[in-house]
T-cell receptor
Framework: RKEVEQDPGPFNVPEGATVAFNCTYS??????FFWYRQDCRKEPKLLMS???SGNEDGRFTAQLNRASQYISLLIRDSKLSDSATYLC??????????????FGTGTLLAVQP | AAGVIQSPRHLIKEKRETATLKCYPI?????VYWYQQGPGQDPQFLIS???????DKGSIPDRFSAQQFSDYHSELNMSSLELGDSALYFC????????????????FGPGTRLTVL
C-alpha cells in the first residue's frame, strides 16, 4: 500500500466545471502537505500548501483533515489550462529522515472545451 | 526569479556506461534533493544534502552516488547503467531556515531525461 493514495483518474470535465480531488496518507507523523501540478514530461510545480484551517488561492481551495489523514483540492471554474496531473504530496520526518517528499500517484485532469 | 538549473536536459547512454547529472539550486538555498521518476510513475526520493552533508537517503541504488559542493551545487553520479535507470531525474532545492529537519518548500528543476540503450 502506498503511503499517499490518490484516485488516478482521468477526470474529464467541461470548461467551467468544479472538480474535487481527494488524497489519503498513511503516516500520522507527516507534517506538511502540498498539492503539486505536473504537466506532461515537465517538473512538478507547487500549486499550494495545505493547512489544517483550509486555504484558498483564487479558484483553488485545499483542505486538510489530520484526524482522518485526508487531503482535498477543489478547482472551481475549470480552465483548459488546468489540464495536468495533480500530485498530492506529503512531507515529514520519519525515523530521523529529513524533509523528503512522498508523492501520490497523481490524478490526471483533462478539461474539455 | 532564478530557478533550479539542471544539466544536461537530455542524456543517452549505453548499458554499463556512467553518467553525471548536475544541479544548481536556487541562490541562497542550502538543501538539495534528488528524485527519480520512471515512465508513468510518481517521483521517488533518492538522496538529499544539507550544507554539503548527506541528510537523508532513499531508494538510491548502490551504483549511484552524489555529493554537494561548496557552492551548493550537486552532482548525481550513476555507474554501470541499466535499462531500468531510464527515467526523469529531478533535482529540487529549499532553504532550511533552522536545521535540515525543516519542512520548507521544495522547488523543482526541469529535470534530466536519461535514456539507457
Amino acid at each position: 500500500r502506498k503511503e499517499v493514495e490518490q484516485d488516478p483518474g482521468p477526470f474529464n470535465v467541461p470548461e467551467g466545471a468544479t472538480v474535487a480531488f481527494n488524497c489519503t496518507y498513511s503516516n500520522s507523523a507527516s507534517q506538511s502537505f502540498f498539492w503539486y501540478r505536473q504537466d506532461c514530461r515537465k517538473e512538478p510545480k507547487l500549486l499550494m500548501s495545505v493547512y489544517s484551517s483550509g486555504n484558498e488561492d483564487g479558484r483553488f481551495t485545499a483542505q486538510l483533515n489530520r484526524a482522518s489523514q485526508y487531503i482535498s483540492l477543489l478547482i472551481r471554474d475549470s480552465k483548459l489550462s488546468d489540464s495536468a496531473t495533480y500530485l498530492c504530496v506529503v512531507n515529514g520526518i520519519y525515523g530521523g529522515a529529513t524533509n523528503k517528499l512522498i508523492f501520490g500517484t497523481g490524478t490526471l485532469l483533462a478539461v474539455q472545451p | 526569479a532564478a530557478g533550479v538549473i539542471q544539466s544536461p536536459r537530455h542524456l543517452i547512454k549505453e548499458k554499463r556506461e556512467t553518467a553525471t547529472l548536475k544541479c544548481y539550486p536556487i541562490p541562497r538555498h542550502d538543501t538539495v534533493y534528488w528524485y527519480q521518476q520512471g515512465p508513468g510513475q510518481d517521483p521517488q526520493f533518492l538522496i538529499s544534502f544539507y550544507e554539503k552533508m548527506q541528510s537523508d537517503k532513499g531508494s538510491i541504488p548502490d551504483r549511484f552516488s552524489a555529493q554537494q559542493f561548496s557552492d551548493y551545487h550537486s552532482e548525481l553520479n550513476m555507474s554501470s547503467l541499466e535499462l531500468g535507470d531510464s527515467a526523469l531525474y529531478f533535482c529540487a532545492s529549499s532553504f532550511s531556515r533552522v536545521t535540515a529537519t525543516s519542512t520548507d518548500t521544495q522547488y523543482f528543476g526541469p529535470g534530466t531525461r536519461l535514456t539507457v540503450l
